[in-house]
């Protein structure tokens, strides 16, 4: 361990490679179960209040177990899909299983901040429920869902030194294998500012990308009334 | 071209329930400018959503285009809606979209080609003013310039039919004003057929040919605004002329105070001058109001007329038989 910047480096990317992929997945599954469960509930564009109820429940189950534990519980599905139970790659099952549920939610509150009224137009308009979904309640909720989706990745990054704390590696590993059993507390402070970085990194990306989304903000004056 | 025929909304179940209409039935023919006047709660706005089944009534029959909505499949009632324009009170543009983008969401749910949307949103944006705004993005507009998007949208399929739920409620005097007058001009050189609700009494009076006042989810009154406006004893004459002052003037002794409701007809003869000159009696004008109502006057005026015993009832006489229905004053 004497090339600290090294071991930091190949911690990093490892750290990145888990994050990143874990939320490409999480995004793309997390992304329908939130609409879902806005569209299902009773008074929905689609209601099936008994698809709702089941989500919602399942939802509540994976967000109330600790990562920890969810972790080591779900081994049998992480040696099922990645084939073994350590590593990097194996981590990323257990991140994914445990920021969907959390995803689902982040989407379902930013579908459900869309003004009632604007999708009662669309409705008006002719539109069908797919539309109203893409065409309507995801654009209009972008900049929140950008802003969720950057709460979960950031979620995901301290999951990942969790992860990686029980043989997953990256950054989380690094820190408690050197920093806090061998005592190395260069290695230690190596690893959370390389961390503190990411996540400021992380959130100053997802509120540039929201403002740069969000147009309910006038940038100029309302211009009086020519009318 | 729009027909309710007994719609009831009930709303809840059980203990709970609420009827927001009871029974309503009304009929807007093709090109009419039909307004519905009630008070917030009176179920206005529910009776609306009834006419393209925004909100499905519990009972009756929903006709438009004579179209029985009730009895179509999903996908037939989206179609039919797109011949439905609607309008709201608080606009609901999507922000996510520019001017642009609002007025072509309803070209894009029709299936148009790209250009032949843009071409139709140019046109559009022209026609209510907005050629100047159309990258701009809702939140960066005025109100009455919201309300214009939302005209435009509703137009741009090229709807028979709009409704319109509280459009101007949200907007100044003015920008009021400026929106109905652009309502008017879109709906007469359109042909329109335009059912709206509102709780504003000059929007009754400067768009629409006919009127029902609702109360308590119950149409009390319907017809022809100008014959209402005509028969003292109408709901919508009490509202447009609440009732006048009781206090007695002193000073005023023998005269015989009368309320003339004015008609067109009246409104535009030399009423007064000629009561003077045939019976030889004197008119106090103590309080009253001639106001226009689309292309004719309405107006209602309390009067004291002064003069011999005779000459009074014959004067009185005079304006019973103008159809002036010169109604029991007190006397002052």
Known sequence: ?227 | MIELRGVGKVFGQGARQVTALHDVSLHVPPGEVFGVLGRSGAGKSTLLRCANLLERPTRGEVRVAGQDLLSLSPRELRQARQGIGMIFQHFNLFASRTVEGNVAYPLEVMGLPREAIRTRVAELLSRVGLSDKARAYPAQLSGGQKQRVGIARALAPRPRVLLSDEATSALDPETTRSVLGLLKDLQQQLGLTLLLITHQLEVVKALCGSVAVLEGGRLVEQGRVQELLARPESRLRALCFPPLSEQQEPGSAGGQRVELSLTDAHARSPLISTLARRFDVDVLLLEGAVERVGEARVGRLLVELHGSPGAVAEARTFLREQGLSAGEASHG
């Not at chain 1, 698809?51 to 534990?69: A, D, E, K």
């Not at chain 1, 050197?178 to 005592?183: A, D, N, T």
Request: net charge positive.
């Open chain 1, 1 to 227: 361990m004497g090339d600290l910047p090294r071991a930091l480096g190949v911690a990093t990317l490892e750290t990145l490679y888990m994050t990143s992929v874990a939320s490409v997945l999480v995004a793309l599954a997390g992304l329908p179960l939130g609409v879902l469960l806005v569209v299902t509930d009773r008074g929905g564009l689609w209601p099936v209040p008994a698809l709702n109820r089941t989500l919602g429940t399942l939802v509540n189950v994976g967000r109330s177990i600790p990562f920890i534990i969810l972790m080591v519980a779900i081994v049998p599905l992480t040696r099922l899909v990645v084939g073994t139970t350590i590593g990097t790659t194996a981590a990323i099952v257990p991140l994914v299983v445990a920021a969907i549920p959390f995803m689902g939610r982040v989407v379902e509150q930013a579908l459900r901040e869309v003004d009632a009224g604007r999708v009662e137009a669309a409705v008006a308009m002719g539109s069908t429920p797919l539309r109203i979904i893409l065409r309507v309640l995801l654009p209009e909720s972008l900049p929140s869902l950008v802003r969720g989706a950057a709460l979960v990745v950031i979620s995901l990054l301290g999951y990942s030194a969790m992860a990686g704390a029980v043989g997953g590696g990256g950054l989380g590993d690094l820190a408690v294998k050197y920093g806090y059993m061998r005592f190395r507390v260069d290695v230690m402070w190596g690893c959370l500012a390389v961390l503190l970085v990411l996540v400021q990194l992380l959130q100053w990306l997802g509120e540039r990308l929201a403002s740069r989304f969000d147009h309910t903000r006038s940038t100029s004056s309302p211009s009086p009334d020519h009318t």
